[in-house]
């Protein structure tokens, strides 16, 4: 059974930063894409970024282009996402995921994606 176990969520100001991390256990980490999503209140859950299980890969919606940075530690089993430049509308419950597929690049539909963890709060005031 996947375990999925995310931190590093908080209250920040406008312009500044957080580093989300995630660490997976229970399945080949290595071996799976892992994304980001995030669920701001009231709105439908929407992809953030996702990385290639290999590393060499990410891809971002474009509202966090240029502002955050999906990273991950195969070593460690964990995955990370740098927040630089936060605006109030990135204010949202994060989470991350594993893709249900094992080597599969290119998903970005929270259906494609299976054992989310618990979440982080992350709050951006203006």
């Known amino acids: 059974q996947v375990q999925l176990v995310e931190s590093g969520g908080g209250l920040v100001q406008a312009g500044g930063s957080l580093r989300l991390s995630c660490v997976a256990s229970?399945?080949?980490?290595?071996?799976?894409?892992m994304g980001w999503f995030r669920q701001a209140p009231g709105k439908e859950r929407e992809f953030v970024a996702a990385?290639?299980?290999?590393?060499?890969?990410?891809s971002y919606t474009e509202s966090v282009k240029g502002r955050f940075t999906i990273s991950r530690d195969n070593a460690k089993n964990t995955v990370y996402l740098q927040m630089n430049s936060l605006k109030p509308d990135d204010t949202a419950v994060y989470y991350c995921?594993?893709?249900?597929?094992?080597?599969?690049?290119?998903?970005?539909?929270?259906?494609?994606?299976?054992?989310w963890g618990q979440g982080t709060q992350v709050t951006v005031s203006s």
């Open positions: 995921s594993q893709d249900k597929s094992p080597l599969r690049w290119g998903a970005t539909a929270g259906g494609e994606y299976g054992h």
């Open positions: 229970g399945r080949t980490f290595n071996a799976y894409t």
């Open positions: 990385i290639r299980w290999s590393g060499t890969s990410t």
